[in-house]
T-cell receptor, first 110, second 114 residues
Framework: KQEVTQIPAALSVPEGENLVLNCSFTDSAIYNLQWFRQDPGKGLTSLLLIQSSQREQTSGRLNASLDKSSGRSTLYIAASQPGDSATYLCAVTNDYKLSFGAGTTVTVRA | DVKVTQSSRYLVKRTGEKVFLECVQDMDHENMFWYRQDPGLGLRLIYFSYDVKMKEKGDIPEGYSVSREKKERFSLILESASTNQTSMYLC?????????????FGPGTRLTVL
């Protein structure tokens, strides 16, 4: 059974600092890994999807890396802004099924 | 843009009541999913459907059933609500079941069972 862990559970940084969010998974036989953002009381928005054959994906200030063999992914958010405050969830796909981590709640202080 | 809507944002029910949560997607997606989200546990898959009238159990189907009579609509049913079903319920849809496809999520329904 796939287990996905995100550490830390919460993070508070001053505006402008770079954010580093970690995700680890136990079964490396994944097809892809996704990072989602969730605002309070809202659904999930997909940020980045990395296929198992890829090492990283970038979108604007966001960069996600994947090391499938070691079961790790890292989401980097450059020059954080208060609008980046949200919960970030990592999910891996085995066949059709997504397995989620519990998320990291980020607060960016102005 | 894909739009996934859920019938209620907040719902309060009593123990033993039958509860219906509705989800509608407007992009002709084949697949629809129901998750529940609890603090510290992440999202867990309850049921999914890959076609009209077809359904598959997820990780935690006990106490739930689903119905998919039309392609765009997927209902989650709590036959007899219990307090341990108090949670945030999220619906999602995807075009394909293939592993390259992303899921699009609705805003969620926060259900409280008293």
């Amino acid at each position: 059974k796939q287990e996905v862990t995100q550490i830390p559970a919460a993070l508070s940084v001053p505006e402008g600092e770079n954010l580093v969010l970690n995700c680890s998974f136990t079964d490396s036989a994944i097809y892809n890994l996704q990072w989602f953002r969730q605002d309070p009381g809202k659904g999930l928005t997909s940020l980045l999807l990395i296929q198992s054959s890829q090492r990283e994906q970038t979108s604007g200030r966001l960069n996600a890396s994947l090391d499938k063999s070691s079961g790790r992914s890292t989401l980097y958010i450059a020059a954080s802004q208060p609008g980046d405050s949200a919960t970030y969830l990592c999910a891996v796909t085995n066949d059709y099924k997504l397995s989620f981590g519990a998320g990291t709640t980020v607060t960016v202080r102005a | 843009d894909v739009k996934v809507t859920q019938s209620s944002r907040y719902l309060v029910k009593r123990t033993g009541e039958k509860v219906f949560l509705e989800c509608v997607q407007d992009m002709d997606h084949e697949n629809m999913f129901w998750y529940r989200q609890d603090p510290g546990l992440g999202l867990r898959l309850i049921y999914f459907s890959y076609d009209v009238k077809m359904k598959e159990k997820g990780d935690i189907p006990e106490g739930y059933s689903v119905s998919r009579e039309k392609k765009e609509r997927f209902s989650l049913i709590l036959e007899s609500a219990s307090t341990n079903q108090t949670s945030m319920y999220l619906c999602a849809s995807s075009l394909l079941l293939q592993h390259t496809d992303t899921q699009y999520f609705g805003p969620g329904t926060r259900l409280t069972v008293l």
